[in-house]
């Protein structure tokens, strides 16, 4: 059963003296528990596409279904409620709040959802990603490796069906990358979560269940609509 399902997705900018194809037919089939790496050159398309998948952007023409639910058919407001509910999202940039310690970080998430905490829940990701002795760290206090580890916990906090990361080892060292991936894999297969990721990194990339590369906007290999 497929969890995310793109059907023949384009991504038009700018107008007709210079029109940028940045996707330009893409058609996926993700399944549950599925880890895929979305590979390609600078320009390809991959960042465009993950915006797309995630509802963070609408796309010119196509569809995305998430659960068999056409994403796009919701109004802005049904977006980012079911965004929140399904999708977690790591990025480069860590993007953590400089004020709130490690705890504060992971769990604000479900805080901002006006939900419990599920304590057990969230001990196992801190105990997965091997940042247990950080609770009470500020975001300042840790290496660029933690601090990742920290933004994939909150990514996973809200136990979405769905992970999107784009880059999430763009600025890390590659023995720390190798580390980092394989904690957002060992935590995906132990949520059954689906992760679809971007990398520039063929090492990387070869730790996925699958290999995505794009050029020009479409999928290589892929099958081709009009
Ligand atoms: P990648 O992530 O593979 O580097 P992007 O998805 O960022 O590629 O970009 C694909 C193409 O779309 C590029 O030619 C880029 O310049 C163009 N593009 C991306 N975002 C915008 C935007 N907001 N406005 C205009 N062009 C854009
Ligand atoms: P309960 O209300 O169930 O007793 P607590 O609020 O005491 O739960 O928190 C349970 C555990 O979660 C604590 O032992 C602590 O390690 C961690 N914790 C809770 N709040 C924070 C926080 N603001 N910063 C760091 N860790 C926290």
Same mark, same amino acid.
């Given at each position: 059963? /497929? +969890?995310?399902?793109?059907?023949?997705? =384009? &991504? $038009?900018?700018?107008?007709? &003296?210079?029109?940028?194809?940045?996707?330009?037919?893409?058609?996926?089939?993700?399944?549950? #528990?599925?880890? +895929?790496?979305?590979?390609?050159?600078? #320009?390809?398309?991959?960042?465009?596409?993950?915006?797309?998948?995630?509802?963070?952007?609408?796309?010119?023409?196509?569809?995305?279904? +998430?659960?068999? *639910?056409?994403?796009?058919?919701?109004?802005?407001?049904?977006?980012?409620?079911?965004?929140?509910?399904?999708?977690?999202?790591?990025?480069?940039? $860590?993007?953590?709040?400089?004020?709130?310690?490690?705890?504060?970080?992971?769990?604000?998430?479900? @805080?901002?959802?006006?939900?419990?905490?599920?304590?057990?829940?969230?001990?196992?990701?801190?105990?997965?990603?091997?940042? /247990?002795? &950080? *609770?009470?760290?500020?975001?300042?206090?840790?290496?660029?490796?933690?601090?990742?580890?920290?933004? %994939?916990?909150?990514?996973?906090?809200?136990?979405? @069906?769905?992970?999107?990361?784009? /880059?999430?080892?763009?600025?890390?060292?590659? *023995?720390?990358?190798?580390?980092?991936?394989?904690?957002? =894999?060992?935590?995906?297969?132990?949520?059954?979560?689906?992760? %679809?990721?971007?990398?520039?990194?063929?090492?990387?990339?070869?730790?996925?269940?699958?290999?995505?590369?794009?050029?020009?906007?479409?999928?290589?290999? #892929?099958?081709?609509? /009009?």
């Amino acid at each position: 059963m /497929e +969890i995310l399902n793109a059907r023949n997705l =384009k &991504k $038009y900018y700018g107008n007709d &003296k210079s029109l940028v194809r940045a996707l330009d037919g893409i058609n996926l089939e993700v399944k549950r #528990g599925e880890f +895929i790496a979305i590979v390609g050159t600078s #320009g390809s398309g991959k960042s465009t596409l993950l915006h797309m998948l995630g509802g963070l952007d609408r796309p010119t023409s196509g569809e995305v279904y +998430i659960d068999d *639910k056409n994403i796009f058919e919701f109004k802005d407001d049904e977006l980012t409620i079911f965004r929140r509910r399904k999708i977690g999202f790591i990025f480069q940039s $860590y993007n953590l709040i400089p004020v709130l310690n490690v705890y504060e970080n992971i769990t604000l998430p479900i @805080s901002l959802d006006g939900n419990e905490i599920d304590r057990e829940y969230i001990g196992e990701i801190f105990k997965t990603l091997g940042i /247990e002795d &950080k *609770k009470y760290n500020m975001p300042s206090q840790l290496s660029g490796g933690q601090q990742q580890r920290v933004a %994939i916990g909150r990514a996973l906090a809200t136990k979405p @069906s769905i992970i999107l990361a784009d /880059e999430p080892t763009g600025n890390l060292d590659s *023995k720390t990358s190798l580390d980092v991936m394989g904690l957002i =894999k060992v935590s995906s297969k132990r949520f059954n979560q689906t992760v %679809i990721m971007i990398t520039h990194n063929e090492e990387i990339a070869q730790m996925a269940d699958r290999i995505i590369r794009i050029e020009d906007g479409k999928i290589l290999g #892929g099958e081709i609509n /009009e």
